[in-house]
């Protein structure tokens, strides 16, 4: 898949077939998001892989609007030291993972972040004791079939130069 295909064929998958996702994949998910930029080049970042169904599931019982972790076969767990710009860096890092992981036809759903009330549950539960938790990434083999999903279009996000000045009601 190329690299506009992935980019627009990516939407939130969140059923998963039973099928295991190897460890090579797991390991080249990861590189893409080693290879995202940070902020004066800190790389904040560290990645958890999971693929124990044991954790995964007591992953979705903590993690609200998450109990489809548990049907996950493999999850990607983004911390970052608490550098300044550590948020920045970490969702950086986590759209590259779902990048790579939708051109390799993985289903793939960013979950939470560090506003969520369980986020130092998170961390203590993965002994990432320090680190601030960005996101949970779930990876499974896609078993729905999603169109892309409706985002507002090009013409009403898009402002060349500076917003259009707003027309007088007089
Ligand atoms: C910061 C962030 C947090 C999100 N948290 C959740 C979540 O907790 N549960 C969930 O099912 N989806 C979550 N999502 C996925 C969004 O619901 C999804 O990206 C959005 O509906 C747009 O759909 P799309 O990803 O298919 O384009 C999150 C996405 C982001 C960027």
Known sequence: MDFSQAICNRTSIRKYKSAEISRVIL?????????APSARAVEPWEFVVVQSPQTLRELSEIAANGSF?????AAIIVFCRK???YLEDGCAATENI???AAAQGIGACWIAGDK???????????RASGLQLVSII??????EIKAQSKKRSLDNVIHWEFFKKKESSE
């Open 27 to 35: 390991e080249q998910l990861v590189n893409a998001g080693r290879r």
């Open 69 to 73: 972790i548990q049907y996950a076969q």
């Open 83 to 85: 550098t300044k710009y």
């Open 98 to 100: 779902l990048l790579a």
């Open 116 to 126: 969520k009330e369980y986020a130092s549950q998170v961390s203590e539960m993965f």
């Open 138 to 143: 779930s990876l499974g083999i896609p078993d």
